[in-house]
């Protein structure tokens, strides 16, 4: 099972583009990376999701680079809605799975 | 655009009685999951249910716990007795795959409180 390591917190302003790392020196092959959103008492939602390189979405952009080992989601843009928890989780697309949340990285936008 | 849904939204119980939370996933998805997060905590994951049976559990999903798919439609979240601890958030998730190489939807939470 990867481990995902993430900043606790991270602070912006709005209009700036956030960007937030997630380790995972063992990720494995057939592992998918997967970035959820959670706003005080709602459930988790998901952002955007990679296997390599870049995914561009309406929302996010997921960079992972060659060896895999870490992921960056960009947000472009922050507005004050955009804070909250942001969760990465590393995962086989198949077989066992057991959906592991960390800590996540808390986002905090100022005006 | 479809959505998972929870009822009761919030749940207040007193320890040693049984709950039933419960989920209505969107129709067409196949893999359904329990998570619950203690308030401030992190989201932990509980169960996974496949094909009417249940695919993962986690420690935390002990003898007290237990699902059921009753009909075509609703998931069901049961604890047998329950502790002061229990008190959470309890969400539930559908996806059309399982994995994680799929979205899951996560239901708006059942907030549960054990006095």
């Given at each position: 099972l990867a481990k995902t390591t993430q900043p606790i917190s991270m602070d912006s302003y709005e209009g700036q583009e956030v960007n937030i790392t997630c380790s995972h020196n063992n990720i494995a092959t057939n592992?998918?990376?997967?970035?959820?959103?959670?706003?005080?008492?709602?459930?988790?939602?998901?952002?955007?999701?990679?296997?390599?390189?870049?995914?561009?979405?309406?929302?996010?952009?997921?960079f992972i680079p060659a060896d895999r080992k870490s992921s960056t989601l960009s947000l472009p843009r922050v507005?004050?809605?955009?804070?909250?928890?942001?969760?990465?989780?590393?995962?086989?697309?198949g077989g066992s799975y057991i959906p592991t949340f960390g800590r996540g990285t808390s986002l905090i936008v100022h005006p | 655009e479809p959505e998972v849904t929870q009822t009761p939204s919030h749940q207040?119980?007193?320890?040693?009685?049984?709950?039933?939370?419960?989920?209505?996933?969107?129709?067409?998805?196949?893999?359904?999951?329990?998570?619950?997060?203690?308030?401030?905590q992190k989201v932990e994951f509980l169960v996974s249910f496949y094909n009417n049976e249940i695919s993962e559990k986690s420690e935390i999903f002990d003898d007290q716990f237990s699902v059921e798919r009753p009909d075509g439609s609703n998931f069901t979240l049961k604890i047998r007795s329950t502790k002061l601890e229990d008190s959470a958030m309890y969400f539930c998730a559908s996806s059309g795959r399982g994995g994680n190489g799929y979205e899951q939807y996560f239901g708006p939470g059942t907030r549960l409180t054990v006095t």
């Open positions: 592992d998918y990376i997967t970035w959820y959103q959670q706003f005080p008492s709602q459930g988790p939602r998901f952002i955007i999701q990679g296997y390599k390189t870049k995914v561009t979405n309406e929302v996010a952009s997921l507005s004050l809605s955009d804070t909250a928890v942001y969760y990465c989780l590393v995962g086989s697309s | 207040v119980t007193q320890m040693g009685q049984e709950v039933i939370l419960r989920c209505v996933p969107i129709s067409n998805h196949l893999y359904f999951y329990w998570y619950r997060q203690i308030l401030g």
